[in-house]
Structure formats: C-alpha cells, structure tokens
C-alpha cells in the first residue's frame, strides 16, 4: 500500500519543471500623522503618498486614527484585473473621502461627512464602510458599494446616483435620514437620475424623510434599465417632524425607460409606481398602493388609495392579502408565514436573465411562486383541524388535504394544535432534492390517530401516532424524523423510507415491519414492547438498520427474511425480554457490525460478514465471525465455526485460559436466560445511550475486565490485543466500511 500524504503535503511528479512564482503584491501602511515615502508599519506615509507610489493589485493599510477629509486626484491608481486595495483598520475615520482615482476598492472605511466618486473614478467599490451621519454621491462608472451601513444623515440622501453607468447598490442597509424642518430639500434613502445601468438589490432601505427609493428627472437627460430587485423597502415607520412619511418608492417620472422592480417587499407608506416605457413590475408585496395604474404581475396588494387596483387583482397573478412581517417598526420585513407570500403566477414575459431577481435580500434563490424580497428555503402553508380556506395561510388555515394538494416541492405544511384523528391522504407530493415537510407550528402539539399515506418525498416531522402508520408503495421517500408512535407500530410497503430519531412504544403486532421495499433506512430509534418483532424486514435490497435501541419485544429484536439482499445491521443495542436478538439466516449479502446484542439469541445464515460484535447467545453458526466477543453458544453447532481464539473472536473463558497457558475449550452452554451475567435492563430512554441503562454496569466495559480481543487483519493474522475491550465495538480497532 503506498503512504499517504499528511494533510497539506503535495506530491509533485518526479520531472515538474520549477514554476516561476508571481512576485508579492506591494503592501504599504498609513497613517494620518504619516510622512515621507517608505509607507511601511515603522515608518508609515500619508494616505495620498500611498496611493501615489502603489502599482496595480497593491495593498494599502490604513492604521487608526482621524484622516480628515480625505480628496484624492492626480494618481494612476490600478486596473480593473488588479485594483488598488485600502482596508481601514478600526478606528480609522474620514470626514471627507473624496477619489478621482480608477479602480480602488475601499474596504471598512468610517466616514462621518460624505463620500464621493468623482466620474475619474472608474471601477471604485466601497465594501463593509459604515457612514454614520454622512451621505455618498456617485458620479462614475462601474461603480460597487456592498454590504455597507449609511445611518443617521441630515438633509442629505444616503447615495446619491447621477451621471453614471453600470453602477451597483448592493446588501446594504440605509436607515434615518431625516430633513431639517423649513428646508425644501427632499431627502432619499437611494435617488437615482440620468444614470443607465443602475442595479439596487438585496437591501434594506427606510426612515428617510421624503422617499426610500426615487426615480427622478434630474435634468431630463433620461435613464434606462434600472433595476431594482429583492429589496425590503420602507417610507418613514413612525412619521415625525424629520421624517414626514412620503413615499416607499416613487418611479413615476417617465423619463425612465425599461425599469425592472422585481421581488420587492415595499410597506410603510404609498408606493407611487408610473406607466413608464417598458416597465416591469412583477413579483412584489405592496402594503399600499398609491395609484395602480402602471401594469403589475403576480403581486401582492394590501391596500390601495383608489379604486383603481380593483380591477388588476385577480387577474395576471395578482391578488389581495394581508401579510405577516417579522419586525417591520425595526425594518425586518421576513414573513412570518410564506403562505402569506404565496402566488398563483403567470408567465410574467420575461426572459430569465439579469433583470430578473435569482436571489432573495438572504442570498437565497427566488422561488416564482412567492411574491416580496423574502423568499424562504421552504413555502409555508398553515393547516388547522377544521381548517376550511384555500389560502392556506395563518389567518385562513386549510385542512391538511387541501396543503397537501397546493404544496410544491420544498413547501413546509405548519400543523396547529389539535387531534387529526385518522388520515388517509394522497397527491403530487415533492421530491428527493425537496421533499415537503409536515410538521407543527411553533410550539404546537399535534397528534394522529393513524396515518395512510401514499404520497411520494413527504418529511412527516415531530408527530404523534397512537394508531400507526401506513405507507402504501406509491408513498416513495417518506420520512418519518422525531415522531413517536404508541399502541401500534409502522407498516412500510414503500421503498426509499427513512426512519430516523424516533419512539416506538407498546403495541401487539410488530414495532416496524417492512414489506416488499427496498433501501429501507431505520436508525437511531428506539422500539420497545412490542407483542411482535421490533424490526421485521420480509424481501427487497439496500436496507440498513443502525443505531437503534431495541429491547422487551416477544418475538424478536431483528428479524430480515423473504430473501433480502444487501442489508447492513450495525451500532444496535438489543437488550430485555427478547426471544430472538437477530435472525438473518433468510437473507443474503447481510453486514452485521458494531452490535450489542445483549439479549435473545442470534441466528447468522451461511455468508454473512459478522464483526465486532457482543453476543450473548449465538444459535446458529454458519456464518464466519471476526472480532466478536461472545459470552455463550450452542455446542452442538457451534464449536468448531465459532474458531474461538481465531479471527480475533473471544470469550471471558478462553482469555483465562491463554493466560494460564492451557489449550481453550468452547464451553458448552445452558439456555441465554440461564448463562447471561448481563443484569436486567430496567428503560432505555435514548437509543444511543442504551447501554448507561445496564444497572450495576459501565456501559463502555465488559462484566469481566480480563475479556479482550485481538482484532485480525485481511490475512487472518491476529493483531496485539487491546485491553479494556468496549462493548460498542469503539475500541476493537477494526477497520470499518465506507
């Protein structure tokens, strides 16, 4: 076997020719008290001295400290491919930063006054700045500021967009800018006039006095394709004398041409939208609607001045609702219900392309079939027990058929408190990528009696079952996640069911029974006291049955049969009144592993891979077993397979005899009940942490501190004994599958 690299090591071939290196970017530091022309950590320069001597792609640090006004011209600055970067230390503050100097990025500066990109200014961004009580104004190309915070301005807009092209307003959040009261001048959030090319997206934008977003005339000199896409957009959320609540958004001046208002979420004060050329607006939750007469698709409306917005809901997708925010007073404008969101679309008309919205203000892809800048992961729809609507939302919830017949892949189904009584349900349902999920609201109990389902990809998560549950073989990919079943148990005929992280407590017949499926997963769930098998499995492939508790079923923890192919049973801990821990002699291609069968007897068929297990009763033995420490078995079948002392096996017995140096017998052992040191099991209460449950026992440790196994490699060759064996099958060193 060839030795493996250690992490970070790289191998290079024997005749790879030596690569030439690109040389260190230039990296220079200033300071406002800085002087001469070094600009290194001991002997930093001024800010202009930096930006004079930097060549392209070179990294400038400015140390803190209050730089002033900042107006910088005459330097060659970087190119597009390799910008000039100056990264604000903490501390570092501007009154004035003022650059006529191509393709800088700013990284974290604090400006107290404005900031302005002069039209020399080519290829500028501005990332993570804070402007606290300043304003920016943008007079450039290829301009980006992201992810930035603009507060607290007086008669001044938070950015200002004049003369440029192709500039974008990104991730940002601009909040308070008030006007002086007697002062005529309009204060904006985001003003935008004779530009082309304007993206504004994914921001938060409100309290500022006259307008969160405006379209202006500016000089008359006309703008085309702006495109404002996933913003949560707010006028003034509590009117004052210095913010006196004008408008949400103003587009109206038809001077603008193919504007693009797309996936907005827009409240707290009128949206006053024009008929402009080409305008689309598709997509958007409008809490009040000035005027509706420019055309809109697939929007929400809750309320409008005139009516005029009568006649464009209901159709074009369009319709009336209310919705839900989260915190809209702090300008948290997330649903707290997607149902509230939720469209009928229409084809819109437009192609997919850039001036459509493909992300949510969280970075999320847009569903189509929610309106607003908030587009969860999952489309809730809210159900209730006498649920009546076809909204499906909080204020008019349906039943549980009427979402199951609405949801699409990926929706979420949120139940309210209440019995369900017995359900049998059918439909479309999701997919593998994005299974529906049906689960209680928050803080709700929700209970069934029984469940039939025979829908394909649905996630039933933290339920109750007190008659079962049924899957039929159309019900392909249900998940049961967190559920609990008391009184009767699961009976699966759908292939690709997952079981996972759940109770199953107390019925006559069996816990879990799988029939005629393949690729069955049941793992880390517990079944107790069943008057059957906990977990039987008749025919089908690909099944797996790990890290379960399973104890005090009658007839048996595991039984596989029907000729099932391919099962893997490993991590399980079987324990109490069992009268079989696991029979797998009906099936083929069977990998148990890791087991603690504490109880029962076991029964392996001819070919099944057996290793590092605890046994405590082994019946049958014609499998080939490896690393397994076993504390009883039957003599007249066993003595000679189970190879005691070879392939790593092992009893308490034979290890005292080795050390005495004696030649090991098998022992020949009365019925479990009679031979087992094992304490009764009291409760298992969690699945994997059965074994703590043994009374009087560590549950890492064997009952005899002398047993040890020596795992074997693929040879057959014994490896040096490990001591202080785990019954978990931690510590027997033995390699396991992928």
């Known amino acids: 076997m060839a030795a493996a690299l250690s992490l970070g090591a790289v191998a290079a071939p024997a005749n790879a020719a030596t690569v030439a290196t690109s040389p260190a970017a ?15 950590t001991a002997a930093p320069c001024t800010l202009a001295s930096a930006l004079t001597v930097a060549t392209p792609g070179a990294a400038i640090t400015a140390l803190p400290g209050e ?65 606290e009580g300043a304003g920016s104004f943008v007079r450039s190309t290829d301009v980006v500021i992201r992810d930035s915070l603009f507060e607290n301005g007086t008669a001044i807009d938070g950015i200002q967009i004049k003369d440029s092209r192709r500039v974008t307003f990104s991730g940002n959040t601009v909040r308070n800018y008030s006007l002086i009261p007697g002062n005529n001048v309009h204060v904006d959030c985001v003003q935008v006039f004779d530009s082309h090319d304007v993206t504004i997206e994914r921001n938060s934008l409100r309290d500022c006095s006259n307008s969160a977003i405006i379209l202006s005339n500016g000089n008359g000199y006309g703008s085309s394709n702006i495109h404002i896409l996933s913003n949560f957009i707010q006028g003034c959320t509590v009117v004052t004398t210095v913010c006196v609540g004008g408008s949400s958004i103003d587009t109206r001046e038809p001077v603008f041409v193919g504007t693009v208002i797309r996936n907005n979420t827009i409240a707290t004060g009128p949206a006053r939208i024009g008929a402009t050329p080409g305008l689309i607006f598709d997509r958007n939750i409008v809490e009040y609607f000035f005027g509706c007469d420019a055309p809109m698709t697939n929007t929400i409306v809750v309320a409008s001045r005139y009516a005029s917005c009568l006649p464009q809901l209901g159709v074009d997708g369009n319709r009336s609702g209310s919705v839900t925010f989260v915190d809209a007073a702090s300008g948290d404008l997330r649903l707290m219900s997607a149902g509230d969101a939720q469209l009928s679309p229409i084809d819109s008309g437009m192609a997919i392309d850039s001036r459509m919205a ?18 969860p992961i999952t489309i809730a729809l809210s159900v209730s027990v006498k649920g009546t609507g076809t909204a499906c939302t909080s204020l008019e919830p349906c039943s549980l058929s009427t979402a199951l017949g609405q949801a699409e892949p990926g929706s979420a189904l949120e139940l309210a408190s209440g019995d369900y009584g017995r359900v049998s349900v059918s439909g479309a349902g999701g997919s593998a990528a994005e299974p529906i999920v049906v689960q209680p609201a928050n803080g709700a109990v929700v209970r069934f009696a029984k469940l039939t389902t025979a829908i394909p990809h649905v996630h039933w ?6 008659a079962g549950v049924a899957t039929s073989a159309g019900a392909t990919g249900t998940i049961l996640d967190g559920v609990s079943l008391s009184g009767a148990g699961a009976y699966i005929l759908a292939s690709d069911v997952v079981i996972r992280d759940s109770a199953f407590t107390g019925g006559s017949g069996d816990g879990i029974h799988v029939r005629s499926a393949d690729r069955v997963t049941i793992e880390n769930t517990s079944v107790t006291g069943f008057g059957g098998d906990c977990v039987q499995i008749i025919g089908g492939t690909g099944h797996s049955i790990r890290d379960n508790a399973l104890q005090d079923c009658a007839a048996a923890a595991v039984i596989v049969g029907g000729n099932a192919d391919n099962v893997l049973v490993a ?30 007897s076991t029964r392996f068929g001819d070919g099944a891979a057996v290793d590092a297990n605890t046994i405590a009763y082994l019946g049958e033995c014609d499998a080939k077993l490896s690393n397994s420490v076993v504390l009883a078995w039957n003599a007249g079948l066993c003595a000679l397979p189970l190879a005691l002392g070879r392939l790593g096996n092992s009893t308490p017995q034979v290890l005292v005899a080795r050390e005495e140096g004696t030649t090991a017998a098998p022992v020949d052992a009365p019925e479990v009940a009679e031979v087992t040191e094992f304490p009764e099991v009291t409760e298992i209460t969690e699945p994997l942490e059965a074994a703590a449950a043994i009374e009087g026992q560590d549950a890492t440790t064997t009952s005899d501190p002398a047993v040890e196994v020596a795992p074997v490699d693929e040879t057959g060759t014994a490896a040096e004994a490990t001591t202080g064996v785990e019954i978990d099958g931690a510590n027997l060193d033995v390699a396991e599958e992928e």
């Open 26 to 40: 230039q990296e220079l530091t200033v300071s406002p008290a800085g002087s001469g022309n070094q600009c290194t």
């Open 67 to 131: 730089y002033g006004a900042q107006i910088l011209r005459g330097m060659r600055g970087g190119t597009a491919e390799q910008p000039i970067t100056v990264t604000a230390s903490d501390g570092a503050t501007f009154q004035r930063l003022e650059t006529h100097v191509p393709h800088v990025t700013w990284v974290a500066p604090h400006i107290t006054v404005v900031l302005y990109v002069h039209p020399t200014a080519v290829g500028t961004v501005v990332e993570r700045a804070h402007l």
């Open 358 to 375: 493909l992300i949510d203000i969280d970075g999320q892809p847009v569903k189509d079939s929610i309106a607003g800048a908030h587009s």
């Open 461 to 466: 998560h933290s339920l109750s079952f007190t």
């Open 571 to 600: 991590g399980n801990i079987v324990a109490g009144k069992v009268g079989v821990a696991l029979d797998v002699r009906d099936a083929t291609g069977v990998t148990v592993r890791d087991n603690q069968l504490l109880s029962g």
